[in-house]
């Protein structure tokens, strides 16, 4: 493994502060009353909060020494991969094979990040600057927050516009948008981002002469507070 903790930032085992709605159930593992069971494992009973978390956990698995997820618990309440804990399930990520939390059915969050850009920014080939800020945004930390991220509208507007060809990648067709978050953020990744490709960097002045791509772009910038 290579990425030995896709949820850094994320305490592994940690608890979400999010309140919790009482239910007729309980999870073996938080002793919580929970709505659902999302889990029957080994150990009993898992609520959704506790499989986030289990699923979050990596580390050596102290029953196999393995470097992998460990979801699991043994006897003594230690955390354990799926093979020590007795659990049938395989979480490796179709696409990359990573043991990580699921996004979406069969993919980590990085893969479907990436299949998310890919299907909003449309890059043409790998010459494409689109290709670099796909490759970009999905090799952040954090995929989850780059995916919460485009699911704001005016994020998304961006992406799209990008997508279309409508606003160019580069200094100037980011300027000649509307201030906001979302332009922000491109710019922020643009500068913090070691991968950024020079091509971006280095893109001549493209909008030259042209109509300015226009708020159209972002055409939802007007509802914006
Ligand atoms: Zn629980
Ligand atoms: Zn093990
Ligand atoms: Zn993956």
Redesign the pocket.
């Known amino acids: 493994m290579t990425r030995t903790d896709a949820g850094s930032g994320t305490p592994a085992g940690g608890r979400r502060g999010r309140p919790r709605s009482p239910g007729t159930h309980r999870c073996d593992r938080c002793r919580q009353s929970t709505k659902k069971i999302v889990a029957r494992w080994p150990d009993g009973a898992i609520c959704y909060p506790c499989y986030s978390a289990a699923t979050r956990t990596h580390g050596t698995?102290p029953?196999?020494s393995?470097h992998r997820m460990l979801p699991g618990r043994d006897a003594a309440g230690a955390a354990?991969?799926v093979?020590?804990a007795g659990i049938a399930l395989d979480l490796h990520c179709h696409r990359c094979g990573h043991e990580e939390e699921r996004y979406r059915a069969m993919l980590c969050a990085r893969c479907a990040l990436r299949e998310d850009l890919l299907a909003m920014l449309r890059p043409t080939d790998a010459q494409d600057p689109r290709h670099g800020l796909v490759e970009a945004l999905s090799s952040a930390a954090r995929p989850q927050s780059v995916l919460t991220w485009m699911r704001g509208r005016q994020a998304a507007a961006l992406l799209q516009a990008l997508g279309t060809g409508e606003v160019e990648l580069s200094h100037d067709g980011l300027d000649l948008l509307p201030p906001g978050r979302p332009v922000e953020h491109l710019r922020r990744w643009r500068c913090t981002t070691d991968s950024w490709p020079n091509e971006i960097r280095t893109l001549p002045d493209s909008s030259g002469g042209s109509a300015p791509p226009s708020a159209a772009a972002t055409g939802n910038s007007a509802t914006h507070p």
């Open positions: 698995c029953g196999c393995a354990v991969c093979d020590c």
